[in-house]
């Protein structure tokens, strides 16, 4: 009965660096969100899957973000070339059909702090 | 564009000091608007649904309201575990948007 989980919970990079943040949605959720939460702010939205198919990527900011869900459930961002302004804390949520109405559920998150 | 705003920025209250929290949006068409509750280091706990002006849910001492420009969410008699951020969200025609949280201390 576990929740979204998200590894690694703190992740340290050097300017320049690639990073690979990882998502397992709750088993049988087919929907997957990936958001940015800068402190003190509310989540933003970045990308989203139904399955494996990527159906709105339009808050990435930059072509050095991408997010993959090859089998429709565990998900990648990955972030390249690292720069300051990427520190934030990164949070998966799934929803067992965000098209029909179900809630969304979100993880801790993953702390990245670019150094 | 649609657009979020939460008032205040923060609150602080007494035990048992009952207030409210607003969340004023502006969507095109409007789906849903959530309610979440943030504890520091946590991911959004879902909290409510609303879906139509009118509607009204209710949860312990939590009570959320919708009209077609803003949703309430009323605690009564607060306690001090109901310290934490409290989020809005709205969807219109995919996303949520996010509010950028009132964070609420209940100091016994």
């Known amino acids: 009965g576990a929740g979204v989980s998200q590894s690694p919970r703190y992740k340290v990079a050097k300017r320049g660096q690639d990073v690979a943040l990882r998502c397992d949605p709750i088993?049988?959720?087919?929907?997957l969100f990936w958001y940015q939460q800068a402190l003190g702010q509310g989540p933003e939205f970045l990308t989203y899957?139904?399955?494996?198919?990527?159906l709105d990527k339009s808050g990435l900011p930059s072509d050095r973000f991408f997010a993959e869900r090859p089998e429709g459930s565990v998900s990648t961002l990955k972030i390249q070339r690292t720069q300051q302004e990427d520190s934030a804390v990164y949070l998966c949520?799934?929803?067992?059909?965000w098209g029909t109405g179900f809630s969304q559920h979100f993880g801790d998150g993953t702390r990245l702090s670019i150094l | 564009e649609d657009q979020v705003t939460q008032s205040p920025e923060a609150l602080r209250l007494q035990e048992g000091e009952s207030s409210s929290l607003n969340c004023s949006y502006t969507?095109?068409?409007?789906?849903?608007l959530f309610w979440y509750r943030q504890d520091p280091g946590k991911g959004p706990e879902f909290l409510f649904t609303?879906?139509?002006a009118g509607e009204e849910k209710e949860k312990e001492r939590l009570k959320a309201t919708l009209t077609k420009k803003e949703s309430f969410l009323h605690i009564t008699a607060p306690k001090p575990e109901d310290s934490a951020t409290y989020l809005c969200?709205?969807?219109?025609?995919?996303?949520?948007?996010f509010g950028q949280g009132t964070e609420l201390s209940v100091k016994p």
């Open positions: 088993s049988g959720h087919v929907s």
């Open positions: 899957f139904q399955n494996e198919a990527q």
């Open positions: 609303l879906y139509s």
């Open positions: 949520a799934s929803s067992l059909d």
């Open positions: 969507v095109s068409g409007l789906r849903g």
């Open positions: 969200a709205v969807q219109g025609e995919g996303k949520l948007i």
